[in-house]
Structures are given as C-alpha cells and as structure tokens.
C-alpha cells in the first residue's frame, strides 16, 4: 500500500503511524477568540455555515492555531432538516429549535436537485478548502446520522430524553422507519457530493446513539450506517468513513463490525482494555480522552493521554476527544495535549 502524505488518512486506511496524527472532534467555534471575532459578523448561525468565506476561514483557524492533522468541515448536522425544509434556527443560550414533527403528519418530501441546491454553499465550501489545505492536512465532511439527526426533528430541539422520538419508534416503528429511510436518502447523497467536492473522509455523528436499547440500536443505528456505507461504497469505494456512535457502550463492537465504517470515534466511558480487546482486531479506533478533562489540563490529563495511545498501539488510531471540545477550554491544555500526543 502507497502511503499518502497525509498521516490521518493512511491511518484510516490501516496503516499504524508512529506518532498517531490529532485532531478534535468541534475543534473550529466555540473555544476559540478568532471563531468569537468571526461569529460577529454573521447574521445567524445557520447563515454562517452557507457563507463559504466565513466557513472557509472558520474551518482553517484550528489547523493554522495548532497544527492539527484534520480539517473538518465548519458547518451542523441541522442542516439536513432545514434543506429538508423543516426551517431551523439557532438561539443563542437556547440551542436549535426546529418546528417538530408527529407521528401521522406528513413527511418532507425528498427532492434530491433541491436538497443539493439548498447544500451548494456547503459543497462550495469544502471544494475551497480542498484547493487551500496543505499537503499533509486531511480534509473532514461530516454529516449527522439518521437517528440523531431524528431526535431533532421530532423533539423541535435538544432533549434530556428523547421521550416523543423513542415512543413513537415504539408505537409505530414502520412509520419511523420511512422517516429514517428519508434520512438515509438524504444523507447518504449529502456525504457523496461533499466527497465529490473534495472531503477526503467522512464521519457519521450518532451524538444520542447511546439512549437506545439492543434492539432499537440495530435498527436505528446500525442498520442506518451501513445502509449509508453501502452507497457511499458503491460511489466513492475508496474514502474511509468514520462511525461515532456515542455513547454506545457494550455495543461498540456490534456497531464495529457490522456497520461496515472503517474506523469508530470512541467516547470516554469505555474502559481502553476492554475497547482494545474487543474491537475487531486491526481496526482503525479515534478517541477517546474526556473533553472535560482537556478542560482541566494538568498531569492528570498528560498520563490519561499516554494511557490511551498505549491502550491502541496495536491498531490504527487517531487520537481525538470522546466528544467535542467544551467553550470554555484554554488554548494552552489544547496545546500541552498536543504537546504530549506528539512528544
Ligand atoms: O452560535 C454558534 O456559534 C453556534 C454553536 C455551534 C457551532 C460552532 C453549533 C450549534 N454548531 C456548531 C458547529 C458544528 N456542529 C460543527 C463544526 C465543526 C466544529 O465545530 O469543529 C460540527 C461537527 C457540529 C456537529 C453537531 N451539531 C453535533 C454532533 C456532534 C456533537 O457535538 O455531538 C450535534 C449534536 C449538533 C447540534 C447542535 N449544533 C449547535 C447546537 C447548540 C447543537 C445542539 C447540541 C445539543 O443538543 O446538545
């Protein structure tokens, strides 16, 4: 196998680097003074991400602080609802609010030249950072998951417990099979055309994959992802795809196996031992320290950090948080990290 100039995408195609490349799952906005100075100038947050000039920049500012090995892609998972046509807005201290869907009503329609003119700023977007990133930098699209990206939908925002999604994939699971299925089509196409622009990897957040029991998992996670990894297969076989099922604890391996990503982000709760033993052998793993301790910093955070790459120094691994990095993160625990990941 050639190795490519880019340390994070060899690794996602399995091959071990001596020093595992970083980069930080939200590492562009929020902690960052440079995103803040930004934000300011744009009318709303959703219009930031379809203005390829500020995304662009925004996108560049962690890469060109701290050298980190990816670029990902400023942009939400809420845009697929609102390109859907299910208007979203962000409000600031409140979250995303979306105007929820029942059970009983009608569904979007999906039109495919639709959803893609509504994404050109975003494929715009990536097709620029494409021409500018350096060589040895991977370029990250992303998208949410079916299952996650429902919980919005249906619960009109964030949610403690996903209540109305879980009772209505209960009550009538083949009606929130086609919302599912238009999830799919629409995300499945979304990721292709950022990988036509120029993604050179994709990631699959299921940020709330870890509230569902075994078999609501299988059916709304999994089965999902490899539906998507199907297509994405079919056009684009050769760009590794990254599945993040947070939260899914005793049924990462599951997911591991039979979703068909070939790499899997790690939260923090899983214990390394048991995550390096019983992850499919060879199998390129991201993760995993705790973004509250990357808040924290100290020697704690160094021998955590130490600790997970001699967790995964048998396999292909990237090293990453468990989940996003927190606002209120100092620059220079960012930095030590790095320090300490790097040696
Ligand atoms: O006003 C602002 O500046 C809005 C803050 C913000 C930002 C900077 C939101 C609102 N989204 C984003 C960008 C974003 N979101 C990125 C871009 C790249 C980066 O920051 O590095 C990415 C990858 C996301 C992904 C995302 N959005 C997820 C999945 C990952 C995760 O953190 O779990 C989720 C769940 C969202 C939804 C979302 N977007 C924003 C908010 C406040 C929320 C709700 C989160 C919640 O329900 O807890």
Not at 174 to 186: C, H, P, R
Not at 246 to 265: L, M, N
Request: charged share 20%; hydrophobic share 40%.
């Amino acid at each position: 196998m050639s190795q490519s100039s880019k340390p994070l995408l060899n690794t996602l195609n399995g091959e071990r680097q001596p020093t595992p490349p970083v980069w930080m799952m939200r590492q562009a906005g929020r902690h960052l003074a440079e995103y803040m100075e930004l934000r300011k100038k744009a009318k709303n947050f959703l219009n930031f991400c379809y203005s390829p000039d500020m995304a662009v920049e925004a996108t560049l500012q962690p890469v060109r602080r701290y050298g980190m090995d990816a670029a990902i892609l400023f942009c939400d998972i809420l845009v697929i609802p609102d390109a859907l046509g299910q208007a979203v807005s962000f409000v600031t201290g409140e979250g995303p609010k979306l105007e929820a869907i029942s059970d009983g009503e009608p569904l979007p329609e999906f039109d495919e030249a639709m959803l893609h003119d509504h994404l050109a700023p975003v494929y715009e977007t990536i097709s620029r950072l494409s021409e500018s990133l350096d060589d040895c930098v991977t370029l990250i699209g992303f998208a949410g998951a079916p299952w996650t990206v429902a919980t919005y939908m249906v619960e009109g925002g964030s949610s403690r417990d996903y209540a109305k999604t879980r009772s209505w994939a209960y009550q009538n699971p083949d009606g929130f099979q086609k919302l599912i299925d238009l999830l799919v089509d629409a995300t499945a196409s979304y990721l292709a055309r950022q990988i036509s622009n120029g993604a050179e990897t994709v990631q699959l957040f299921d940020s709330w994959a870890g509230i569902l029991p075994p078999d609501e998992f299988d059916r709304w996670v999994i089965k999902p992802a490899a539906e998507i990894v199907k297509r994405l297969r079919a056009s684009h076989g050769d760009v590794p795809i990254i599945g993040f099922p947070r939260g899914a604890g005793a049924q990462y391996p599951a997911f591991a196996e039979r979703s068909g990503v070939d790499c899997v982000s790690l939260d923090s709760t899983l214990p390394l031992d048991w995550a390096a033993k019983n992850l499919p052998a060879g199998m390129a793993v991201q993760g995993n320290l705790d973004n509250l301790l990357l808040l924290s910093g100290g020697d704690v955070m160094d021998q955590t950090a130490r600790d997970i790459i001699d967790a995964f120094a048998d396999r292909p691994h990237i090293f990453n948080l468990g989940h996003g990095i927190l606002p209120e993160t100092p620059v220079a625990h960012v930095e030590r990290l790095l320090a300490v990941v790097r040696g």
